[in-house]
């Protein structure tokens, strides 16, 4: 299963851009972060890899200084990586 998160250092601003991409009708969810991104607050914005451009546009336009990075999710179990995207 592939996808992709989007992890913030403060767990406000991770429930605040759950929300707002759910405001732009993008779907998501908050999971744990995989340990291997190890910079967060231990929570992520999980969303498909089709709406990146759509998540890339609206991260833009909002100011966010605890932004740590967009990450590709690939594989599933031990066979599962990480790739940081931004």
Do not use: E, W
């Not at 759910?22 to 914005?45: A, D, E």
């Amino acid at each position: 299963m592939d996808y992709m998160i989007i992890v913030f250092r403060a767990r406000s601003h991770t429930i605040n851009f759950a929300n707002l991409l759910q405001s732009y009708k993008i779907p998501c969810q908050i999971i744990n972060t995989p340990r291997i991104v190890n910079v967060s607050c231990g929570i992520s914005v999980k969303f498909s890899s089709m709406y990146i451009k759509n998540v890339q546009q609206i991260l833009s336009r909002r100011y966010f200084d605890t932004f740590a990075g967009i990450y590709q999710v690939v594989g599933i179990g031990l066979n599962q990586k990480v790739i940081k995207i931004k």
